[in-house]
């Protein structure tokens, strides 16, 4: 099992700046892509990036592309995800995920590639 705790969420304004943290425990060697997700009311949990445990090779949405950064430290179990420039367009509820096993990159924005879910962090942004 692996044990995902997300922080770091919070209220930013329009342009404004957030890093949300993922701290990982348990059996963390199964830890091959860590993805990130947000889930805004109504709406269906997306996708928004994720990165290889070992490797750091890095994915995003279009969406995210050029504002978001995912980064880990292997040695803290955490990865992180830095949210720049931000809009109300990315107020969601961001979830940290798990994929325990090998899959290509190019699948790892499904959701059902991913094993392990954190509790959620919810980031709001004002206009």
């Known amino acids: 099992q692996v044990q995902l705790v997300e922080s770091g969420g919070g209220l930013v304004q329009t342009g404004g700046s957030l890093r949300l943290s993922c701290v990982a425990s348990?059996?963390?060697?199964?830890?091959?892509?860590m993805g990130w997700f947000r889930q805004a009311p109504g709406k269906e949990r997306e996708f928004v990036g994720c990165?290889?445990?070992?490797?750091?090779?890095?994915s995003y949405a279009d969406s995210v592309k050029g504002r978001f950064t995912i980064s880990r430290d292997n040695a803290k179990n955490t990865v992180y995800l830095q949210m720049n420039s931000l809009n109300p367009e990315d107020t969601a509820v961001y979830y940290c995920?798990?994929?325990?096993?090998?899959?290509?990159?190019?699948?790892?924005?499904?959701?059902?590639?991913?094993?392990?879910w954190g509790q959620g962090t919810q980031v709001t942004v004002s206009s």
């Open positions: 348990g059996r963390t060697s199964s830890m091959y892509v």
């Open positions: 990165i290889t445990w070992r490797g750091g090779s890095t």
């Open positions: 995920a798990v994929a325990a096993s090998f899959w290509p990159m190019g699948v790892m924005k499904d959701k059902n590639r991913y094993d392990y």
